[in-house]
């Protein structure tokens, strides 16, 4: 039976850890919208078309270029593996500017859509629950303090040898929930469906915990697989 959790969120609240771990407790696929937006900037980058100017170009060359996640989130941009590279403070800075253009986001749109046809998933994102999928049979919204937030992110790249300091980070957390809050098509806001959980003073064993739980509360059952049968 198909089941969809939307998850949304400001970034750093922990969305795309909890979602992982969120889908292998309940055996569903996992799509993670923000890397694909992150892949288009990422292209963006690559062929020097960020500019408001070459908006045409960067649409007709994402429409063209595969754009593949697998199983274990390896992100793939035309076969080449580009997992680590979307996560760079480049990406970063610019991927709210991209994501803000509404062709941009038809064509990703339409993409997530097509995942999430007819099947038992969970994805998470600024607007999956208000318009990817309006429709999902539960709508989570994680929020956290913004300190609490660049904390994280910050532990992240140095973890990743990102040599950005803590104070650039709070930056960029503030600019990020400026730019998504604030844009024209699909801001980022909390579906009047969707129920709220801080993680500021949560373990991810904790949010995983309360989603799974809403799930089942919501009628999800968990399927068996046909070797594990009696």
């Keep these: 039976m198909a089941f969809i959790i939307?998850?949304?969120g400001?970034?750093?609240?922990?969305?795309?850890?909890?979602?992982?771990q969120v889908a292998k407790a309940l055996n569903l696929a996992y799509i993670d919208t923000g890397a694909m937006y992150r892949a288009v900037t990422r292209l963006a980058l690559d062929l020097r078309l960020t500019e408001d100017n070459q908006a045409d170009a960067l649409l007709k060359v994402a429409s063209e270029t595969p754009l593949n996640i697998d199983t274990m989130q390896r992100v793939f941009l035309g076969g080449r593996e580009v997992t680590n590279e979307i996560r760079l403070p480049e990406v970063n800075a610019l991927v709210s500017k991209i994501s803000a253009r509404l062709p941009i986001r038809e064509l990703l749109i339409q993409k997530q859509r097509q995942m999430g046809s007819g099947g038992r998933v969970i994805a998470d994102g600024r607007d999956v629950g208000t318009n990817v999928f309006p429709q999902a049979n539960l709508k989570i919204f994680l929020v956290a303090s913004a300190a609490e937030r660049?904390?994280?992110?910050h532990a992240e790249q140095q973890e990743k040898?990102?040599?950005?300091?803590f104070e650039e980070t709070l930056?960029?957390?503030?600019q990020r929930d400026k730019l998504d809050s604030e844009r024209e098509h699909a801001p980022l806001r909390k579906a009047s469906d969707a129920l709220?959980?801080?993680?500021?003073?949560?373990?991810v064993a904790e949010v995983v915990a309360k989603i799974v739980a809403l799930a089942k509360a919501c009628g999800f059952v968990l399927e068996q697989s046909?070797?594990?049968?009696?």
């Design 196 to 203: 709220e959980i801080n993680t500021d003073k949560l373990s």
């Design 171 to 174: 930056r960029d957390i503030e």
């Design 6 to 8: 939307a998850v949304d």
């Design 226 to 230: 046909a070797g594990s049968k009696q």
């Design 161 to 165: 040898g990102i040599l950005h300091s």
């Design 150 to 153: 660049a904390t994280r992110r």
């Design 10 to 20: 400001p970034a750093g609240s922990g969305k795309s850890t909890t979602c992982k």
